[in-house]
């Protein structure tokens, strides 16, 4: 009876330590009013809620502290000023809109505290770090994939995948007339150019286009295969529709961001068969042991499917778990960048820690390729009646084969 006693005053004192020291605290910054911001919010909550019931890091739990960044550099500024002097945070993730982010990277040195990025697709905030390692080394891409990297898996797709399988020739580009989305269309499509395959059409369009009829019909005079298409609004989901009404001869293959969520389905009415996108490494494929549990868990719990900033979310605390681990503490800054950068974490069932590939490169970019992050291209498909979306590239993380349009003939 004594020792049973004395047993369970051991473990309630270790509880009491636990609870009782200091939490982590990380500040969360990202647009919490739109539904990025809720990817951002709700794939923190998933990692800190788990790995506080396992004991937390180093005996102490997580504390995550929100701030909203407005998607403007100067609201990202302040938020972070906030977390920083106000609340006497730890450690920073989140963020968003690369222009938010790179307006923001330039307070870092000042505060010299460790950012753990969730969204910032933009080439040039990695660009910042290798121009001025010292200055900005306390940036950390765990996601997104940068633009051009999107591009790159995208064009790789059609180029190594597609063309050799169906004796492609032609491609052509339809797209919105955004910088970003020219960026991906062009990109890809300069990658099937060096394959030898030729770009035979180009058309970029305005935002609130609703008539795609005539840029379809000049697209199929000029002999186009495939469309490479970048679509980050919602005139993706008229484009999608209108193709599938039109059935062109050629498929679409490239970004368009509302297929990226289970309800595009129902918002094309069911007509998003064949159309087929990047998803940043990220989405419901077997990238890790662990991504298609975290995917099914986080709609059940929160009601969302998780978009990509979820993953990036998610992981960042696993990462920076890790590298806390191996220093022995939250405070030597430079040790812990150091131990950050030893990061790794590869695709694969072995990997049952985190639920995307992570690794660094130098310049704390997504290590991109093989078993690291990846574009992984999905393609909406009606299997035996049954509305499915199928991860067709890349090959070791395929969960099914990609479909030729049936009207399309090549």
């Known amino acids: 009876m004594k020792k049973a006693l004395v047993t369970a005053c051991v473990l309630l004192t270790a509880s009491l330590v636990f609870f009782a020291a200091n939490p982590i605290k990380i500040g969360v910054v990202g647009p919490f009013e739109q539904e990025a911001g809720s990817w951002i919010r709700y794939?923190?909550?998933?990692?800190?809620?788990?790995?506080?019931?396992?004991?937390?890091?180093?005996g102490r739990k997580i504390e995550l502290l929100f701030e909203d960044d407005g998607v403007s550099a100067e609201k990202l500024k302040s938020a972070i000023s906030k977390l920083v002097l106000r609340d006497r945070v730890d450690f920073i993730m989140g963020g968003y809109s690369s222009g938010s982010v790179l307006g923001a990277m330039n307070d870092l040195p000042r505060y010299k505290i460790i950012w753990l990025g969730t969204g910032a697709a933009s080439p040039q905030v990695i660009s910042l770090i290798e121009s001025d390692y010292d200055k900005y080394k306390y940036y950390f891409r765990v996601g997104t994939l940068d633009s051009t990297k999107q591009a790159v898996s995208i064009g790789k797709f059609i180029a190594e995948d597609l063309a050799p399988k169906y004796d492609l020739t032609k491609v052509g580009i339809i797209?919105?007339?955004?910088?970003?989305?020219r960026d991906i269309a062009e990109t890809a499509a300069a990658i099937c150019e060096e394959a030898g395959l030729e770009v035979v059409f180009r058309s970029y369009f305005s935002e609130g286009t609703t008539d795609f009829a005539p840029i379809f019909k000049r697209a199929e005079q000029a002999g186009v295969q495939i469309i490479i298409d970048a679509i980050v609004t919602d005139d993706g989901i008229q484009f999608v529709k209108q193709w599938y009404d039109i059935k062109p001869n050629f498929a679409i293959v490239g970004a368009v961001g509302p297929a990226l969520k289970p309800e595009f389905y129902d918002q094309t009415n069911g007509k998003c068969v064949y159309e087929t996108s990047a998803y940043p490494n990220g989405g419901p494929a077997n990238l890790t042991a662990r991504t298609l549990e975290f995917y099914e868990t986080f709609?059940?719990?929160?009601?969302?499917?998780p978009g990509f900033a979820a993953f990036s979310s998610h992981d960042s605390l696993y990462v920076l778990k890790a590298a806390l681990e191996r220093v022995g503490n939250t405070k030597d800054t430079e040790a812990i960048i150091k131990s950050l950068e030893e990061t790794d974490f590869p695709g694969g069932e072995n990997n049952t820690i985190t639920v995307a590939p992570v690794k660094f490169t130098k310049y704390h970019d997504l290590e991109f390729g093989g078993d690291y992050a990846q574009g992984i291209l999905f393609q909406w498909q009606l299997n035996d009646g049954v509305p499915e979306w199928v991860a067709v590239h890349p090959q070791q993380f395929k969960t099914g084969d990609w479909q030729k349009p049936h009207w399309v003939k090549f």
Not at 43 to 58: D, P
Not at 175 to 181: G, R, V
Not at 299 to 305: E, L, M, Q, S, V
Request: no cysteine; aromatic share 14%.
């Open 299 to 305: 709609k059940t719990r929160y009601g969302i499917a």
């Open 43 to 58: 794939g923190s909550l998933y990692a800190a809620e788990a790995i506080n019931e396992a004991g937390g890091i180093l």
């Open 175 to 181: 797209t919105l007339d955004w910088t970003y989305s």
